[in-house]
T-cell receptor, first 109, second 114 residues
Framework: AQRVTQPEKLLSVFKGAPVELKCNYSYSGSPELFWYVQYSRQRLQLLLRHISRESIKGFTADLNKGETSFHLKKPFAQEEDSAMYYCALKNNAGNMLTFGGGTRLMVKP | NAGVMQNPRHLVRRRGQEARLRCSPMKGHSHVYWYRQLPEEGLKFMVYLQKENIIDESGMPKERFSAEFPKEGPSILRIQQVVRGDSAAYFC????????????FGQGTRLTVV
């Protein structure tokens, strides 16, 4: 069975501080991992995916197969980064996503 | 392109009534997914549909819940005889084709059962 775990429900940091949102997964095959973000009163939107190895809004995430992790990082948090962040996994069998429980990031001024 | 449209945004039903949630995918998208988010939890997959076909309903409760995606019109998630435990946010997502890496989400329908 596949599972995505985000151990922190809430992460509060000051503006300019580094941020790391943790995500661990369990899946026997080769997963595709994603980070989705939901800003206040807005829809869920894709932030980044591991296969693209991209940096979006200063965020990066590296897939670590040995540790089965896909942590989201940003060196200097901004107030506008405050949102709910969801880690998600897509298996090989279909397009559906398995989501973690989400982490609320609060960036204080 | 208006994106994935869900309506209504908020729906209040009394116990025992029926709830019908609608999802219009993005233009050009023929795959629709429904997810449920219970309070304080993450999104849980419910069902995956293509036009006129249910591809995977492994996340659907066995009773009272059904989904369809007709040839014309929006996808409908139907909950019969709602109970308090059905109160949740229901999200719809759409993608262009199987294997498309990105699914686009609607803003969700928040169902409250009183």
């Amino acid at each position: 069975a596949q599972r995505v775990t985000q151990p922190e429900k809430l992460l509060s940091v000051f503006k300019g501080a580094p941020v790391e949102l943790k995500c661990n997964y369990s899946y026997s095959g080769s997963p595709e991992l994603f980070w989705y973000v939901q800003y206040s009163r807005q829809r869920l939107q894709l932030l980044l995916r591991h296969i693209s190895r991209e940096s979006i809004k200063g965020f990066t995430a590296d897939l670590n197969k040995g540790e089965t992790s896909f942590h989201l990082k940003k060196p200097f948090a901004q107030e506008e980064d405050s949102a709910m962040y969801y880690c998600a996994l897509k298996n090989n069998a279909g397009n559906m996503l398995t989501f973690g429980g989400g982490t609320r990031l609060m960036v204080k001024p | 392109n208006a994106g994935v449209m869900q309506n209504p945004r908020h729906l209040v039903r009394r116990r025992g009534q029926e709830a019908r949630l609608r999802c219009s995918p993005m233009k050009g998208h023929s795959h629709v997914y429904w997810y449920r988010q219970l309070p304080e939890e993450g999104l849980k997959f419910m069902v995956y549909l293509q036009k006129e076909n249910i591809i995977d309903e492994s996340g659907m409760p066995k009773e009272r819940f059904s989904a369809e995606f007709p040839k014309e019109g929006p996808s409908i998630l139907r909950i019969q005889q709602v109970v308090r435990g059905d109160s949740a946010a229901y999200f719809c997502a759409s993608s262009r084709y199987t294997g498309d890496t990105e699914a686009f989400f609607g803003q969700g329908t928040r169902l409250t059962v009183v």
